[in-house]
């Protein structure tokens, strides 16, 4: 399958070592479906850099059967658990190789926070992500995974 990663430069060996800690699903490299996706994380990361923006594209092999592979279908309760307790620094994510699941992006993030906070149950935050286009994100978080499952293919500037 085809996968783009948003970034301000070409990353032709991706790694990941060079993530945040606080992400949506912990530490790893983080890849989409979505090239419009794509193309958001690296203007909205060239902007903050002040650098270009740049589409890394990739082929994922999808021969996953030997690999350790969590897979929110959708914004629930368990997902919803886990995206907090990646942004909070827990170390949820240890146990797994590849992690597949929705985008908790500014707008849902803004809902989720309220959560977050303590402002809002559960049932009130999931009743309000389910007006949200989610987006899609694979976390890959073992190196020796992403260098078995991926191959970059090329790169632009957006």
Request: net charge neutral; glycine share 6%.
């Given at each position: 399958?085809?996968?783009?990663?948003?970034?301000?430069?070409?990353i032709?060996?991706?790694?990941?070592?060079?993530?945040?800690?606080?992400?949506?699903?912990?530490?790893?490299?983080?890849?989409?479906?979505?090239?419009?996706?794509?193309?958001k994380?690296?203007?909205?990361?060239?902007?903050?850099?002040?650098?270009?923006?740049?589409?890394?594209?990739?082929e994922l092999?999808?021969k996953?059967?030997?690999?350790?592979?969590?897979?929110?279908?959708?914004?629930n309760?368990?997902?919803?658990?886990?995206?907090?307790?990646?942004?909070?620094?827990?170390p949820?994510?240890?146990?797994?190789?590849?992690?597949?699941?929705?985008?908790?992006?500014?707008?849902?993030?803004?809902?989720?926070?309220?959560?977050?906070?303590?402002?809002?149950?559960?049932?009130?935050?999931?009743?309000?992500?389910?007006?949200?286009?989610?987006?899609?994100?694979?976390?890959?978080?073992?190196?020796?995974?992403?260098?078995?499952?991926?191959?970059?293919?090329?790169?632009?500037?957006?």
């Open positions: 399958m085809i996968v783009y990663h948003g970034s301000t430069e070409i032709r060996n991706p790694d990941v070592v060079h993530s945040k800690k606080y992400l949506d699903f912990g530490r790893g490299f983080y890849i989409t479906t979505f090239e419009n996706q794509a193309k994380w690296a203007v909205r990361k060239g902007m903050r850099q002040e650098k270009k923006a740049i589409v890394n594209i990739y092999s999808e996953w059967d030997d690999y350790r592979v969590l897979s929110f279908e959708k914004e309760e368990k997902w919803l658990d886990f995206v907090c307790g990646c942004r909070k620094g827990q949820l994510n240890e146990e797994y190789d590849i992690i597949i699941g929705n985008v908790a992006d500014d707008d849902v993030f803004k809902t989720v926070d309220m959560y977050f906070r303590g402002l809002w149950n559960k049932e009130k935050v999931l009743s309000e992500l389910r007006y949200y286009k989610m987006n899609d994100q694979i976390c890959i978080i073992n190196q020796e995974t992403l260098n078995q499952l991926i191959t970059f293919k090329r790169a632009y500037e957006v």
